[in-house]
Nanobody, 127 residues
Framework: QVQLVESGGGLVQAGGSLELSCEAS????????VGWFRQAPGKERRFVAG????????RYADSMEGRFTISRDNAKNTVLLQMNSLKPEDTAVYYC????????????????????WGQGTQVTVAS
């Protein structure tokens, strides 16, 4: 399995930006598709964005399309989530997750597909 550590969360004003980082260690990151999920208090964990193992394919939840950008640098074993135009409803704990795959261009969006999870990083957007 791969181990994941998120960083970059914090407090930001509405309309501001944050960049989250997910650093992987262990097995080669090139074999893993990565997803970002978030969980707000009292709510279920939801898909935010995903990227294929090759980095060639991405997907976003509808409410994040155009505001969030996911990218990866396999040489650095890092996946980034750039979040712009943040809203108070974006407040949540953000988790990155990795799904081992032999399909380098496949993006996964279902949490059950992911076998490795980070500890999460808190993002708070003040109104």
């Amino acid at each position: 399995q791969v181990q994941l550590v998120e960083s970059g969360g914090g407090l930001v004003q509405a309309g501001g930006s944050l960049e989250l980082s997910c650093e992987a260690s262990g097995r080669t990151a090139r074999s893993y598709a990565v997803g970002w999920f978030r969980q707000a208090p009292g709510k279920e964990r939801r898909f935010v964005a995903g990227i294929s193992a090759s980095g060639s394919s991405t997907r976003y939840a509808d409410s994040m399309e155009g505001r969030f950008t996911i990218s990866r640098d396999n040489a650095k074993n890092t996946v980034l989530l750039q979040m712009n135009s943040l809203k108070p409803e974006d407040t949540a704990v953000y988790y990155c997750a990795a799904a081992y795959t032999i399909y380098s261009d496949q993006v996964y969006i279902v949490s059950q597909r992911f076998g490795s999870w980070g500890q999460g990083t808190q993002v708070t957007v003040a109104s």
